[in-house]
């Protein structure tokens, strides 16, 4: 004789309550991320697709595109405007990164130990968040000939005044100078976060067996912080390869002999002032690639000095 086990009519009520609400829940969850997805779709995943196809044709903004195969990159590699611009660029890299994280972490270990920081965070930081265009201006009197700066020089060096913007060995230096100055506010606020994770009883054994200032600096901070200079490097790095809005208004026509002219001027020029968006496109592809390559040396080398707890 066999016997029939009945399930509780319970269970399949509550698992289709429970199945309810995790509908509505993800449903919620794609209504709220639409929007940025929906952004993300059309003001970045579109045009990459579309400029990258754009490489490969001839194209001046008008009728129809033209296929021409791998010629807007032959093209590029063979201009000189174009390694000018890829000279000029990692230079503009290699000496504000650099140059911009020490500074950036003396800053925030001085302030990190000072009461009433929060003043000297706000002066730093007011560059950050003012208009890149504003401070452009702003340095672009300042560097004249006959600006305060230049003066000043020639005054305490009993020189002629440096014209800054129009000398092509220092106008570059200018961008420099600029990006540093622009970008320092920032760096120092992210260290500052990265210094609040340090324990204070790590530094206090450091300092109980004789470390001083400067030991426990190299010993013991940059190891802890190292995890937030590579991130801070990694940025950095991709923002200087994309400078632009600064060296379009601080210097016009890209300095003398292009003496600033980066990748993302040269893409703009090429595209916008000589109409050939093709070729453009290529040099934003070179561009991407460039990009590419220098993060993943970065991530490459990161197992040398970076320190994870």
Same mark, same amino acid.
């Not at 066999?2 to 509908?23: C, D, I, K």
């Given at each position: 004789?066999?016997? =029939?086990?009945?399930?509780? @009519?319970?269970?399949?009520?509550?698992? #289709?309550?429970?199945?309810?609400?995790? @509908?509505?829940?993800?449903?919620?969850?794609?209504?709220?991320?639409?929007?940025?997805?929906?952004?993300?779709?059309?003001f970045t995943l579109v045009p990459f697709a579309l400029a990258?196809?754009?490489?490969?044709?001839?194209?001046?903004?008008?009728?129809?595109?033209?296929?021409?195969? /791998?010629?807007?990159?032959?093209?590029?590699?063979?201009?000189?405007?174009?390694? @000018?611009?890829?000279? &000029?660029?990692?230079?503009?890299?290699? =000496?504000? =990164?650099?140059?911009?994280?020490?500074?950036?972490?003396?800053?925030?270990?001085?302030?990190?130990?000072?009461?009433?920081?929060?003043?000297?965070?706000?002066?730093?930081?007011?560059?950050?968040?003012? %208009?890149?265009?504003?401070?452009?201006?702003?340095?672009?009197?300042?560097?004249?000939?006959?600006?305060?700066?230049?003066?000043?020089? +020639? *005054? =305490?060096?009993?020189?002629?005044?440096?014209?800054?913007?129009?000398?092509? #060995?220092?106008?570059?230096?200018?961008?420099?100078?600029?990006?540093?100055?622009?970008?320092?506010?920032? &760096?120092?606020?992210?260290?500052?976060?990265?210094?609040? &994770?340090? %324990?204070?009883?790590?530094?206090?054994? +450091? !300092?109980?067996?004789?470390?001083?200032?400067?030991?426990?600096?190299?010993?013991?901070?940059?190891?802890?912080?190292?995890?937030?200079?590579?991130? !801070?490097?990694?940025?950095?790095?991709?923002? %200087?390869? !994309?400078?632009?809005?600064?060296?379009?208004?601080?210097? *016009?026509?890209?300095?003398?002999?292009?003496?600033?002219?980066?990748?993302?001027?040269?893409?703009?020029?090429?595209?916008?002032?000589?109409? *050939?968006?093709?070729?453009?496109?290529?040099? %934003?592809?070179?561009?991407?690639?460039?990009? /590419?390559?220098?993060?993943?040396? !970065?991530?490459?080398?990161? *197992?040398?000095?970076?320190?994870?707890?």
């Open positions: 004789m066999s016997t =029939v086990v009945q399930t509780p @009519r319970t269970a399949p009520a509550v698992r #289709r309550g429970e199945t309810s609400w995790r @509908r509505r829940d993800r449903l919620w969850g794609m209504a709220f991320v639409a929007p940025q997805a929906l952004g993300m779709l059309l990258f196809l754009l490489a490969f044709t001839e194209w001046n903004g008008f009728g129809m595109p033209s296929w021409v195969g /791998l010629a807007n990159f032959r093209d590029q590699l063979s201009d000189p405007l174009l390694w @000018r611009a890829i000279a &000029n660029t990692l230079f503009l890299a290699v =000496v504000t =990164v650099p140059i911009g994280l020490l500074l950036a972490i003396i800053g925030a270990v001085a302030l990190n130990r000072i009461t009433g920081r929060t003043v000297y965070l706000i002066m730093f930081f007011a560059p950050v968040v003012t %208009s890149v265009v504003a401070v452009a201006l702003l340095w672009q009197q300042m560097l004249r000939a006959d600006g305060v700066l230049s003066l000043g020089i +020639a *005054k =305490v060096l009993g020189i002629a005044p440096p014209d800054w913007l129009g000398d092509p #060995r220092l106008a570059l230096i200018s961008v420099c100078m600029v990006t540093i100055w622009s970008s320092l506010g920032l &760096n120092i606020v992210i260290f500052m976060a990265g210094l609040q &994770n340090i %324990s204070d009883s790590v530094l206090e054994a +450091a !300092q109980i067996d004789g470390a001083g200032p400067l030991r426990r600096f190299r010993s013991v901070i940059l190891p802890l912080l190292s995890p937030v200079i590579f991130y !801070q490097s990694v940025v950095a790095f991709i923002s %200087s390869l !994309q400078t632009f809005d600064l060296v379009f208004v601080l210097i *016009k026509n890209a300095g003398p002999d292009n003496a600033t002219r980066t990748i993302v001027y040269h893409i703009y020029d090429t595209g916008f002032s000589a109409q *050939k968006f093709g070729v453009s496109s290529a040099a %934003s592809i070179i561009l991407l690639i460039l990009t /590419l390559l220098i993060t993943a040396a !970065q991530f490459g080398l990161q *197992k040398r000095f970076v320190h994870y707890e």
